[in-house]
């Protein structure tokens, strides 16, 4: 018996559109990226431990280091494992010390979780962060030995943690890298209107700057608070003493930090602090590594 037209009509267009499917299956197989670029370069030897909420591991250059530690507090969402990473940032500032074959410092990276920020004791339960971490250094430090001098580096956001810790206890760093910060001219509890302007006028990606008011909220609870923790806050109690800053941003930074990062640049620079800006041409976390690795390691 012949069939109806109808149940003809609908095989028809169910293998036309398994074949729609297929096809879009194959290709994106076909196009997914099959590789990363890696970097040469000989890991540091790691040894890694534990501290309540805190996790940390020590990398040394099996060639040596220079008496210097660095505290490296890391982006949202990697750990303390990061640092031997050889697709990563990370593995090319080892790289352009081994090519250059300076002594590099001995780099702690610290880790107190995915996502976390330095700040002092205060009304909201995730915050006190800052005196744990300050707590903690002695501890570090016995591990590591008693450095020449400590530094702190950070990007994106431990880029901004750096700058918290750094110039709230300037006495104790010698120097601050921070990559790519967290710096902007309002705070989290500006009104809509104000955000959405300064989104603008930098090209911030609205749901990445949005998101990012609404994490800082989880640990300063007012305008008072925010205060404590905001680098273009604590930097106008900044002179010649503090500690070196190197800062560097991409222009087209998607969560509009560029403007902040140039701010704080010029202000503590006004105020006697020595610092390298760098501006780059690129994206958020955009870095110019010879100039990085130079500043870690002289």
């Excluded at 560029?258 to 501006?279: C, D, I, K, T, Y």
Aim: glycine share 8%; aromatic share 12%; with cysteine.
């Amino acid at each position: 018996m012949e069939q109806p037209y109808f149940q003809k009509s609908y095989r028809k267009w169910l293998i036309f559109i398994l074949l729609i499917v297929a096809g879009y299956i194959v290709w994106t197989q076909l196009t997914a990226t099959q590789g990363s670029q890696k970097v040469s370069f000989i890991p540091a030897r790691k040894s890694c431990h534990a501290s309540g909420q805190l996790e940390y591991c020590m990398y040394r250059s099996a060639s040596g280091t220079n008496g210097n530690v660095v505290y490296h507090l890391h982006g949202r969402n990697l750990d303390a494992q990061i640092w031997n990473d050889d697709t990563y940032w990370t593995s090319m500032v080892q790289a352009s010390w081994q090519q250059s074959k300076i002594l590099p410092p001995t780099v702690v990276v610290i880790s107190y979780g995915p996502t976390w920020l330095l700040v002092p004791k205060g009304k909201k339960q995730d915050s006190g962060l800052l005196e744990a971490f300050m707590a903690k250094l002695p501890d570090m430090d016995k591990k590591t030995g008693k450095p020449r001098q400590r530094l702190l580096l950070g990007e994106s956001m431990g880029g901004l943690n750096v700058l918290i810790a750094g110039l709230n206890y300037p006495q104790s760093f010698t120097k601050i890298a921070s990559l790519c910060p967290g710096v902007y001219a309002i705070s989290p509890f500006a009104s809509f209107s104000a955000m959405k302007a300064i989104l603008e006028r930098t090209g911030g990606d609205p749901q990445s700057g949005f998101g990012i008011w609404l994490l800082a909220k989880n640990y300063v609870a007012d305008e008072r608070e925010w205060r404590r923790i905001s680098p273009l806050n604590l930097v106008k109690q900044a002179d010649e003493k503090y500690p070196a800053l190197y800062i560097s941003n991409g222009l087209y930074d998607a969560y509009g930090n560029f403007e902040g990062s140039q701010m704080l640049a010029n202000e503590a620079a006004r105020r006697g602090v020595s610092v390298e800006w760098h501006p780059l041409y690129g994206g958020h976390c955009a870095i110019d590594v010879p100039s990085l690795a130079r500043f870690l390691a002289t």
